[in-house]
Structure formats: C-alpha cells, structure tokens
C-alpha cells in the first residue's frame, strides 16, 4: 500500500486528534509512555472510534495540557482503565462531526450517512469522500454533546495486534528519551548527594573544582522549602545537594571526582504531607544513620507486638485453640531498587516568568504544581514536554530530578541538562520498601482449613491488603499491620505491596494445601468456590468467579495434570489493580541451578487492546519479577546502601530468563482493567514453589538465591 504523503492543511477536530485534507490524521496520546505500549494502545482506541483507516494515523506524544487531558500520568497500570471513556468519546465525537458536514454538504440526512477506513459514504447518492475532505467543514461544527460509540462487536483496531508507532524510531537511534535532549547553548549539571542516608550538607570547597575545565559553576541547592507541603509524589531524599555545571558531560564527571565536601548527621524533624486522596499528615523523618541487621532484629520484634487489627471474621482465637494442627510461617523481603536502564535526567530552560521543562517522568501534571510552588512561576507559565521513559516502574513518579534542574537552570540563567549517574540513582533512594509477614494458618482434623491470621508490617509502610484473597474464604479470619519509621525514602514499585504479599500468600497456600493432602491448583479453587457462593464478610474487593476463572484457564494451558517426573511445577494465582493472573512455572535443575523452562500465565484485564503488545508486557513483568525474586536485594550499613552499579546488584541476566512464555487471556467484554502490574507479584511464588518441588526446601526470605 502506498504511503500517503504529508497534507498541506491539518484541521483540528478535537484536543486528541487532527485530519489532514489528504485523509492522514494525527492522534495526540496523552499519557506518558513508559514501555508499556500505551503511545500505541491509546490511540489505537481513538482511531477505531473514529473509524480511520490505522494506516493512515500518525501517533504524536501530547505535551502536559490539564485543560484538554485528565489523569495524565501513568501508575497504577490505570492508563487504559481510567482512559477507556475519554478515548472513546474523542473518537466517536468526531467522526460524528465528519458524518455532520457530510450531510449538510449533501443535504441528507446524518443518519443516513456510515463511515469505513477515513471513509464517508452515503449509500442512496453513491457518494462518497474521505475525512480529508470535510475536515475543514467538520472542524467549524460543535462538538457534539451525546453522541453513541461503537458496540464491541462494531471494533475494527481495538483487539487487533498493531505494532509499536516508536518501534522503527526505537531501533534507528532517533530522538526518543530524555537522554538524547540537546537544546544550543545547553549546559550540563550533576548533582552531589550525602553517601549515607541520616546525613545532610555541611560544607564544600569548590574552589579546586571551578577553576577545572569547562566549568561553569559549583553550588548548593535546597530543593525543597522546610515549610513546603508535599503531595504525594514530592518524595525528595536529600533536601540539599551540590551542583555541578559545566559545558558537557565529561567536564562535569571530572569535576565531581575531585569535589570535596563534608557531610554531617541531620536530627530529627518533621515534614507536612497530603497522601494521595487523603487529607493532610505530619511525618516525622527520623535521625541515625541506618542498618539491615537493626532493621531485621526491629522487624522481628514489631512481630511479636500487638499489631493494629484491620480485620476480623469469625472467632480465630478459637479456632486457632481447637485447632488439630497449626503451620506458621514468616515470609520477609528487603529493600529494592527500581534500576531503570535509563538513569534519571531532565532539561530545564527557566526564564524570570517561564519555564520550559522536558524529559521523563509519570506524574507530569503534579510535578508541574510542585515546580510552579518552589520557582515561584504561575502554573500557566510552566511547559512540561514529555518524552519517552527508559523505564519508569513507579521511580518516575517522584520527579525531584525536575526540580534540581529547574532550580539549576534559573540560577544559572541558561538552559541546563541533568544526568544523574547509575550510582547517583541506585544510592538515592526511593526503594521498595523492606516487608515482613507471617501467616498462620489452622487445621481440624479433617485437614480443612478453619482459620487464617496474618500479622504484616515493614520499613516504613505495611503490604497488608486485609480485603484481598483468602479473606471471604475463610469461616475465621484476622489481619493485623503494623509499620517502622524509617529515613530510607520509599516509593511506588511495580504493583506496590503485592509484589511481596502475592509472594508470601501463595507460596503459604501451597504449603497448606500440601499439608491438607491437595493439589494447590484444586486447593485454591475449592476456597474460591466459598467466596463465590458463601462469601465471609462484605468488603472483599475481589470478584471468586474470575479469580477461579484465570486458575482454571492456566490449569488447561499449561496440561497442568499431566505431570512430567523431570520438570518441577509452581503455580501461583493474584488479583491486583483490577485485573486477575495466574502462573505455572516449569523448572528443570542443571548442575544444581534451576532453570525456569517454561512460564503458562493466564490473564484477565477485560478488553485487551493490542494483544501482542499485551503479551510482550506479560513477558517482560515475568522476567522481571523472576529476577528480582532470585536476585534482588539492597542492604544497608551505617546509612550507606551496599550496592550502587550493576557490578555489585545483581539482575536478572538473558540466559537466565524463561526459555519460553506462554500468555492466554480470559476473553470478556469487561472494560479494559490493569495489565503493567497484575502479572508481576504471583511469579514469585510460582517460582518459589517450583524451587520447592526442585530441591524440597521451602523459600521464605527474598532473594531465593
């Protein structure tokens, strides 16, 4: 098919889209993109109501615009969710809009007119033309208030397999991420954090380093004001830091080797925050200068506490008193990086009353508020361009990096480019944060399983979902939580708490379900089957049936009951962000080392847009969560993180990813739900419990290895 050259004329339909007067047209996506697919996905959507031919749409990433776009940010893998309407609707409105100016031009009625591939047609006259045509007409029309979008059965690109609009850009080196920003006149900064965490600037002598080559300046910031409230993405670890700036990158790394500065323990103190939906707290940020074996021996203890009850079915105590056995398990994990393979950057070009940012980040309409408090500049006056992300994960959501540069760039009164370095990103905190649970579970004689209590807690926030599976299976249950203060700064981590607590919940269950004398996979059903028909409690915020309904479909997938004496199978089933998956892994053992041959994962995240993109993001959260279950881990001593390159925090290495992945999904008419984050957490346990039925040794503390 030959391409279609560019048009002279783009008319401008609504604020997601613009039609040439050749038929192209131009979809603004809205969200940041991250990998996930969502620069395809969105506008995929867009296009199908709109009904344009696919091969004549051009994907452009929308810049920050709150008036035309809402929740502009990516996290909670909600994109697709929270932007299934509006999507829609964009599409729909204006191809009503080209059918408008269609009729009054021919004088027929608009109901009388269809569309097809950019195409109006009116079957009684036989005409017909494409949208170019009447994009100028349609682009002077209102916009219609009510108008009907398709039936599902109606979709033409929605559940079709499109291929990544970045992908040939991606694989030529074009233009795409933060990193490749150039702007004339551009200068390059660096900062220069605490080494421990429980430390603050004292002093520094840059007078070695100014005279250096290709510097420009050496100085210290203070990112945030002592009285400013955050919101909930204004995480910043370290409230002052030096900077660096000099003409390119190679001047600055020189420089920053040969800085010196002195550092000193900071007191304790106090910080306002508003929680995200939440009203307004006090945190306090405590002193001292931090390490994992306190905060293991802490952990240990707070277990043994009374622990705040979030939860309570039945009488447990007793049936934990007449119980004819009890198993008890206490499942922890450390502190994790996010490690994106792009390290965080970001261009400021800040004026006396604008500025002008770009790079990437998820949250980009509140880091534009936080900018607007602390440059003193009107929001209407802040431009934030949105470029691809080199990984993101939750870490991109606590832009700080932005406002180190924007401070940088107006005292230096001249466009700046940030780079932080591997060490200055994995030692800056932000992390996963460190977990302990323990489970308990109770017996009769029958081997039914007649009670459940877990008590969870971590540094500085507990994982506890009390609502979540097996809470409303269980005649007796009680969820305590409890949490230690910490002055490791915490952040969001791909599907944040249930990455641990689907761990630890499903590698317990199959413990149970072996003492039980079960098959897990039957063993998690027959408790889906209470939930669904005899549900305990109200606020269980899980649907059994599709829950039983993606156990069911991986049992098939992956032959589940044809068993195999050389291959060890784990599975492992999880609800998080509104969608439901479900994992067995296949496990061989070579020279003592297990190797993951095989992952059958079965999804249900309702309406899937883009299936192969969806598989490819199935792949990519299994390997990753493989390899952070096996390897993952970040240590603490005196406040100095353990680990601060790839030489010394070990991922997950190619030959060690799954030999194949197989990805099934539950095939519904249900709106679209979560996808970047439900198949994550259950993997861990689908691996732990392989490597249990490989070597016969349970696995209760992460790293497995």
Same mark, same amino acid.
């Given at each position: 098919?030959?391409?279609?050259?560019?048009?002279?004329?783009?008319?401008?339909?609504?604020?997601?889209?613009?039609?040439?007067?050749?038929?192209?047209?131009?979809?603004?996506?809205?969200?940041?993109?991250?990998?996930?697919?969502?620069? !395809?996905?969105?506008?995929?959507?867009?296009?199908?109501?709109?009904?344009?031919?696919?091969?004549?749409?051009?994907?452009?990433?929308?810049?920050?615009?709150?008036?035309?776009?809402?929740?502009?940010?990516?996290? +909670?893998?909600?994109?697709?969710?929270?932007?299934?309407?509006?999507? $829609?609707?964009?599409?729909?409105?204006? $191809?009503?809009?080209?059918?408008?100016?269609?009729?009054?031009?021919?004088?027929?009625?608009?109901?009388?007119?269809?569309?097809?591939?950019?195409?109006?047609?009116?079957?009684?006259?036989?005409?017909?033309?494409?949208? +170019?045509?009447?994009?100028?007409?349609?682009?002077?029309?209102?916009?219609?208030?009510?108008?009907?979008?398709?039936?599902?059965?109606?979709?033409?690109?929605?559940?079709?397999?499109?291929?990544?609009?970045?992908?040939?850009?991606?694989?030529?080196?074009?233009?795409?991420?933060?990193?490749?920003?150039?702007?004339? +006149?551009?200068?390059?900064?660096?900062?220069?954090? *605490?080494?421990?965490?429980?430390?603050?600037?004292?002093?520094?002598?840059?007078?070695?380093?100014?005279?250096?080559?290709?510097?420009?300046?050496?100085?210290?910031?203070?990112?945030?004001?002592?009285?400013?409230?955050?919101?909930?993405?204004? !995480?910043?670890?370290?409230?002052?830091?030096?900077?660096?700036?000099?003409?390119?990158?190679?001047?600055?790394?020189?420089?920053?080797?040969?800085?010196?500065?002195?550092?000193?323990? =900071?007191?304790?103190?106090?910080?306002?925050?508003?929680?995200?939906?939440?009203?307004?707290?006090?945190?306090?940020?405590?002193?001292?200068?931090?390490?994992?074996?306190?905060?293991?021996?802490?952990?240990?203890?707070?277990?043994?506490?009374?622990?705040?009850?979030?939860?309570?079915?039945?009488?447990?105590?007793?049936?934990?008193?007449?119980?004819?056995?009890?198993?008890?398990?206490?499942?922890?994990?450390?502190?994790?990086?996010?490690?994106?393979?792009?390290?965080?950057?970001?261009?400021?070009?800040?004026?006396?009353?604008?500025?002008?940012?770009?790079?990437?980040?998820?949250?980009?309409?509140?880091?534009?508020?936080?900018?607007?408090?602390?440059?003193?500049?009107?929001?209407?006056?802040?431009?934030?361009?949105?470029? $691809?992300?080199?990984?993101?994960?939750?870490?991109?959501?606590?832009?700080?990096?932005?406002?180190?540069?924007?401070?940088?760039?107006?005292?230096?009164?001249?466009?700046?480019?940030?780079?932080?370095?591997?060490?200055?990103?994995?030692?800056?905190?932000?992390?996963?944060?460190?977990?302990?649970?323990?489970?308990?579970?109770?017996?009769?004689?029958?081997?039914?399983?007649?009670?459940?209590?877990?008590?969870?807690?971590?540094?500085?926030?507990? *994982?506890?979902?009390?609502?979540?599976?097996?809470?409303?299976?269980?005649?007796?249950?009680?969820?305590?939580?409890?949490?230690?203060?910490?002055?490791?700064?915490?952040?969001?981590?791909?599907? *944040?708490?249930?990455?641990?607590?689907?761990?630890?919940?499903?590698?317990?269950?199959?413990?149970?379900?072996?003492?039980?004398?079960?098959?897990?996979?039957?063993?998690?059903?027959?408790?889906?089957?209470?939930?669904?028909?005899?549900?305990?409690?109200?606020?269980?915020?899980?649907?059994?049936?599709?829950?039983?309904?993606?156990?069911?479909?991986?049992?098939?997938?992956?032959?589940?009951?044809?068993?195999?004496?050389?291959?060890?199978?784990?599975?492992?089933?999880?609800?998080?962000?509104?969608?439901?998956?479900?994992?067995?892994?296949?496990?061989?053992?070579?020279?003592?080392?297990?190797?993951?041959?095989?992952?059958?994962?079965?999804?249900?995240?309702?309406?899937?847009?883009?299936?192969?993109?969806?598989?490819?993001?199935?792949?990519?959260?299994?390997?990753?969560?493989? +390899?952070?279950?096996?390897?993952?881990?970040?240590?603490?001593?005196?406040?100095?993180?353990?680990?601060?390159?790839?030489?010394?925090?070990?991922?997950?290495?190619?030959?060690?990813?799954?030999?194949?992945?197989?990805?099934? =999904?539950?095939?519904?008419?249900?709106?679209?739900?979560?996808?970047?984050?439900?198949?994550?957490?259950?993997?861990?346990?689908?691996?732990?419990?392989?490597?249990?039925?490989?070597?016969?040794?349970?696995?209760?503390?992460?790293?497995?290895?």
């Amino acid at each position: 098919m030959a391409v279609k050259e560019m048009p002279e004329e783009w008319f401008e339909i609504n604020g997601y889209l613009k039609i040439g007067d050749n038929g192209m047209v131009t979809i603004m996506s809205p969200n940041p993109e991250g990998g996930q697919g969502v620069k !395809t996905s969105m506008p995929m959507i867009v296009a199908d109501e709109l009904d344009a031919d696919w091969n004549d749409v051009i994907v452009e990433q929308a810049p920050l615009n709150t008036e035309l776009y809402t929740r502009q940010f990516i996290g +909670g893998s909600q994109a697709i969710r929270q932007g299934w309407t509006g999507l $829609r609707m964009a599409g729909a409105s204006a $191809r009503q809009m080209l059918k408008e100016a269609a009729a009054l031009a021919w004088a027929v009625p608009v109901a009388e007119i269809t569309t097809a591939g950019g195409i109006l047609h009116h079957q009684a006259s036989n005409k017909s033309v494409s949208y +170019g045509d009447m994009a100028s007409a349609a682009s002077k029309l209102s916009v219609p208030e009510n108008v009907t979008v398709k039936s599902i059965d109606e979709f033409k690109i929605i559940g079709t397999s499109r291929k990544n609009v970045d992908g040939p850009k991606i694989v030529t080196g074009k233009a795409l991420f933060g990193s490749d920003i150039y702007r004339e +006149g551009m200068l390059t900064a660096m900062i220069v954090h *605490p080494p421990a965490f429980g430390m603050k600037l004292r002093s520094m002598d840059e007078s070695v380093v100014k005279s250096m080559p290709g510097i420009r300046d050496v100085f210290a910031i203070k990112v945030l004001e002592d009285d400013y409230i955050r919101q909930h993405f204004d !995480t910043c670890t370290f409230l002052e830091v030096v900077a660096i700036v000099g003409n390119s990158t190679w001047d600055v790394m020189n420089a920053k080797k040969a800085l010196r500065v002195e550092w000193e323990p =900071f007191e304790t103190y106090t910080e306002e925050r508003v929680p995200y939906g939440r009203s307004q707290i006090t945190l306090t940020i405590p002193s001292g200068l931090e390490s994992t074996e306190s905060h293991k021996a802490q952990m240990k203890e707070m277990a043994t506490k009374r622990a705040d009850v979030v939860r309570r079915d039945g009488d447990p105590e007793t049936a934990f008193k007449n119980a004819a056995r009890v198993i008890e398990r206490t499942y922890t994990a450390p502190f994790l990086a996010h490690n994106c393979m792009e390290p965080m950057n970001f261009f400021a070009d800040v004026k006396k009353d604008r500025a002008t940012l770009s790079g990437p980040l998820q949250k980009a309409e509140l880091t534009e508020l936080a900018l607007s408090e602390r440059l003193g500049i009107p929001v209407e006056n802040i431009e934030i361009q949105m470029t $691809r992300l080199g990984g993101g994960y939750g870490r991109r959501s606590y832009a700080h990096w932005a406002l180190e540069v924007a401070l940088i760039s107006q005292r230096m009164n001249a466009p700046v480019k940030l780079i932080y370095t591997r060490e200055d990103d994995m030692t800056g905190g932000i992390y996963r944060p460190s977990y302990q649970v323990t489970y308990k579970a109770a017996l009769d004689n029958n081997n039914n399983l007649t009670a459940i209590h877990l008590n969870a807690g971590g540094i500085p926030e507990s *994982p506890l979902y009390a609502n979540r599976f097996p809470a409303g299976a269980v005649e007796n249950y009680l969820a305590e939580s409890w949490t230690i203060n910490t002055n490791i700064t915490i952040g969001s981590f791909r599907a *944040p708490r249930s990455n641990f607590m689907a761990s630890a919940e499903q590698s317990f269950l199959d413990e149970i379900a072996e003492a039980a004398g079960k098959d897990p996979i039957d063993f998690r059903l027959e408790l889906l089957d209470r939930a669904s028909k005899d549900p305990v409690g109200v606020n269980n915020d899980y649907e059994a049936d599709r829950y039983a309904g993606v156990l069911k479909l991986v049992r098939e997938k992956s032959n589940w009951n044809n068993k195999d004496s050389s291959i060890h199978r784990g599975v492992s089933a999880y609800f998080c962000h509104n969608s439901y998956a479900a994992q067995v892994l296949d496990m061989v053992m070579q020279d003592g080392n297990p190797v993951v041959k095989k992952v059958t994962c079965a999804l249900d995240c309702g309406i899937v847009i883009n299936p192969d993109a969806a598989v490819n993001m199935a792949e990519g959260g299994i390997v990753d969560g493989i +390899g952070n279950a096996l390897y993952g881990e970040l240590t603490f001593k005196d406040g100095v993180p353990s680990k601060n390159n790839f030489d010394t925090y070990r991922m997950i290495r190619m030959s060690e990813a799954p030999k194949e992945i197989d990805v099934h =999904f539950v095939q519904n008419d249900i709106d679209p739900t979560g996808l970047g984050e439900p198949m994550f957490p259950p993997v861990f346990a689908a691996l732990a419990n392989a490597l249990y039925q490989a070597t016969g040794k349970r696995y209760y503390q992460q790293p497995f290895i």
